[in-house]
């Protein structure tokens, strides 16, 4: 997908996390601050990586600023920016489910 527009999620509170998303020069670029960054912060990555991947995100430039959030937590506000970024209003994982849209519909999916 590609994100058109500069868009944000979440909150600076204590154990929520806000990704900033916005289009990128060429490629993925991910930055991270963490309160947790020692001890989860390649989790943290992955787990964004994975949402940007499902959601067929491969040229953005992503911030996300962790104050301890549940990985679910990061994963919603992952998907809400890129929702946000792309003009969409309704969740990618509701999206009808066609062959088309089969890599859309599963974006954000929590692991299993």
């Given at each position: 997908?590609?994100?058109?527009?500069?868009?944000?999620?979440?909150?600076?509170?204590?154990?929520?996390?806000?990704?900033?998303?916005?289009?990128?020069?060429?490629?993925?670029?991910?930055?991270?601050?963490?309160?947790?960054?020692?001890?989860?912060?390649?989790?943290?990555?992955?787990?964004?990586?994975?949402?940007?991947?499902?959601?067929q995100v491969q040229n953005a430039v992503v911030r996300v600023v962790d104050?301890?959030?549940?990985?679910?937590?990061?994963?919603?506000?992952?998907?809400?920016?890129?929702?946000?970024?792309?003009?969409?209003?309704a969740s990618l994982r509701t999206a009808a489910r066609t062959e088309d849209?089969?890599?859309?519909?599963?974006?954000?999916?929590?692991?299993?």
């Amino acid at each position: 997908m590609e994100i058109l527009k500069n868009a944000s999620a979440g909150t600076l509170e204590s154990s929520d996390v806000y990704v900033e998303i916005e289009p990128g020069t060429g490629a993925l670029e991910i930055s991270l601050e963490s309160v947790v960054e020692n001890q989860f912060g390649e989790a943290i990555l992955k787990a964004v990586r994975e949402v940007l991947r499902e959601c067929q995100v491969q040229n953005a430039v992503v911030r996300v600023v962790d104050r301890g959030a549940l990985e679910c937590v990061l994963r919603a506000r992952v998907e809400t920016a890129v929702l946000r970024a792309i003009g969409e209003t309704a969740s990618l994982r509701t999206a009808a489910r066609t062959e088309d849209a089969q890599a859309v519909v599963d974006c954000g999916k929590e692991a299993g």
